[in-house]
């Protein structure tokens, strides 16, 4: 066995990310050895609780509540507590001591990221991140090397598994939102209080940083626009199936040109959308993550694994620290991270999908004309309708019958849409919106 | 515009991708430049014929024959040439003139990889070569890096688009492998001699890549098991969807022990095999490739894009170049190749694999009894059979009713399947041996 110098690293937080990093260091320390060239000599765990259960268990004598002095001692930290804070206050605590520091937390990264990638520049430390995006996936490096002799864009994510773990409930067995979910809490996909998830702030968190990465541009999270799948119903996902299509959380981010006004920038969102059933991200199942990546020469690409989960999180940052481990042998300043684009992030009023909007109309002659006028007025053209069930309901002047009308447009702006979609809900023709959601242009 | 200090670049091979390379890099130079933060300069393109017709063009002012001079005068090398020599000494020469070098030299790689990597070890140099596998999609970074803190048990890559364009032509229209071949030759997948691709030749220097890299051991070209796809028939293509698979051609590499001596190893094979339709690598269609990777602590991962292409393979040539000219930036010695796991390479008689089985049989009683008694003599375990259509072949004694017998076996080891083979081949039930398909364990 080759001896070698050992470096300190210091871990912050034994939840189910951090147990499985301890275990996985603990247990392959001399297989990654060689691989670095040094020994990763883990000097300690801190945890708010000593006696909290943990799986794997983490030897006792490695716990302590004082993460401020754990750093000092460090060379590297890790830092797999989430939320904002003290993680920012011991993040910055560590880089001005010198460690460079790994991290899984996306609240932080989309919320003070430009501030921790700036004090890391200004001392050379490296800030390392892979796990912070689609778990096991590994796609932060892909984005920052492998592609950063190509322009990206436009990148599409299924980055919260608990979401499509529950889209893909509705579509495969026509579950509703609501035993979705509860499915989903009870398999341990979901947290108690789902709203980070099936709001979509858990993916706007991702896609700010995807963003930032991909187009060397800050995305502040408050620029992301959001809606989550908390709306979306059982018919809607069945008639999407019809349609030809599935139903995805996306987080989408793309260059593009606002139309009216010509400025070149970025947008970055996150909706539920539909995409065609053929297409790649279309058979991501269950908790599964993908990220689909539009580059000008690279063209389609597409990374496809585990999203969440200890162990798989814990494979994403122990890369990470044999990346930070190589440079501590190698030495030199390492890279700073690419914001020299400073493109604008332009809002979603800027952004054209198109849309299929479902209505619930009086069954009678004229009403489509009527109907299919009143988008035209709007701007919004209609690529096509599909008529189907017609039923019969209780109207003013006694029963009448209706018939559900899906009309798919060609790609329109949110401004458009929206007047149009107002305009539609207060015709006397029309008894329903039922649902209007995006189609992805793919 | 900020003044940077120039990097000299040498491009050795002016066909598909190094026109595109040439072309992406006078083209996007200022904004490489940006990230980088050194201009990248293109000093000069080595050609063998100054006059050949290239698309895109490049500048004639920066063609030369005299690769070696132009080599002398750079701070990276890029090699396109493809071929043993002068591909090999000319990076040698690069290396030892100080250079950082990237090449897409898959049979180079295969044959003469570890002589290039300890000369460029010994200099401390770096050799790059993401675009040797998988065209555009990022591979060797995430094998080097990603999960460079966990342990890989398994790849399964369909590395070679030709042949999946091929086979996929033959599992959506019926086609025969003539006639896909051809089609695949007129639209320019296939190249006039397809043996290197049909032959399962290209797949097997891919295989040897990975699988040094991903085992941290050095694996020869002359250790990887081989066979192609032209034995592949279109009843064989029909008879495998019928029973829910897909033939697709595998480039498999994993870490094994040897059942009979104990003997811990990796395999590297490359051989039609029948896999899942509902297994993601099944719905990788036309001519793109996917390497499916399965980790100890990340679980399954999938990497999907296009495997070829001057502008797509050129996107990986400039990811390596935008890390090379970092590291020139940055400064510090790089890192080596790591080998040090030093497993042996087992042979394909350590592999155990399901294996699917037709045969053309008389249709009697007691043939299925004599023929299942003949796989239990040579300890295969049938798992199921399918008897189906009943047709009238001429015999000896006049017209005979024969039906058609598929067995699928349980994991057996590629002797035993060989001894049952030839068996039943012998036996005076059988009159034809239609097929035998590995079943690749999903």
Redesign the interface.
């Known amino acids: 066995m080759i001896e070698y110098r050992n470096l300190r690293i210091a871990l912050l937080g034994g939840g189910s990310v951090g147990a ?1 990093v301890a275990s ?1 260091l603990l247990e ?1 320390g001399e ?2 050895a ?2 670095v060239g040094a020994g990763l000599e883990l000097i300690g765990v801190a945890v708010r609780d000593l006696d909290a259960p943990r799986t794997p268990a983490i030897p006792r004598e490695l716990l302590t509540t004082d993460a401020e002095s754990l750093i000092l001692g460090a060379d590297i930290v890790i830092e797999l507590m989430g939320g904002l804070e003290p993680a920012r206050t011991l993040i910055l605590q560590a880089i001005n001591s010198g460690a460079d520091v790994i991290t899984a937390n996306k609240a932080l990264l989309a919320t003070h990221g430009p501030e921790l990638f700036e004090a890391a520049e200004q001392v050379g430390a490296q800030l390392y991140y ?1 796990a912070a995006v689609g778990g ?3 796609i932060i ?2 984005l920052r ?7 990206v864009a436009r990148i599409l994510g299924i980055v919260n598994g608990t979401t499509n773990f529950i889209l893909d409930l509705m579509d495969r067995e026509g579950a509703s939102l609501e035993s979705a979910l509860a499915t989903a809490t009870a398999l341990g996909y979901a947290e108690a209080d789902p709203t980070a998830d099936i709001g979509g702030y858990d993916a706007a968190q991702k896609v700010a940083i995807l963003a930032s990465l991909a187009f ?1 541009t800050t995305v502040p999270l408050e620029s992301v626009y959001r809606e989550g799948i908390t709306e979306i119903t059982r018919d809607e996902v069945e008639s999407a199936r019809k349609a030809g299509y599935v139903v995805k959380l996306l987080a989408i981010c793309e260059r593009l040109t606002d139309a009216e006004t010509g400025v070149d920038g970025v947008s970055a969102r996150v909706y539920p959308a539909l995409i065609p059933i053929s297409h ?1 991200l279309a ?1 991501v199942h269950g908790a599964n993550n993908a990220v689909f990546v539009e ?12 999203g969440a ?1 200890g ?2 999180t ?10 930070a481990a ?2 501590h042998v ?6 700073a991270e ?1 914001t ?2 400073n493109l604008p992030v332009l809002p979603i009023a800027s952004v054209t999908t198109r849309y299929q909007i479902t209505l619930q109309v009086i069954d009678q002659p004229g009403v489509l004309a009527t109907i299919a006028s009143m988008f035209s007025d709007h701007g919004v053209s209609v690529e096509a309708v599909t008529q189907s069930v017609t039923s019969v309901e209780s109207g003013a002047d006694g029963p009448r019958a209706t018939a559900t009308l899906v009309i798919g447009t060609h790609a329109a702006s949110e401004a458009a849409l929206a007047a149009t979609v107002a305009a539609v809900d207060e015709s006397p023709v029309v008894s329903a919106v039922v649902s209007v959601l995006r189609v992805e242009g793919l």
Request: aromatic share 4%; net charge negative.
């Open positions: 499985s996985l392959h297989e990654l060689n691989r892979e096991a996936i590994p490096r892909p090397d492998s592609l950063a002799g190509d322009r060397h790649p058979a580059a000008e020469a690279a063209g389609d690409l597409m990374f496809y694994g585990a989960g162990r798989e814990a494979s994403a940052v122990l890369g990470d620290l044999v990346s190589r440079r190698i030495g030199g300043p390492g890279v690419s020299h684009a």
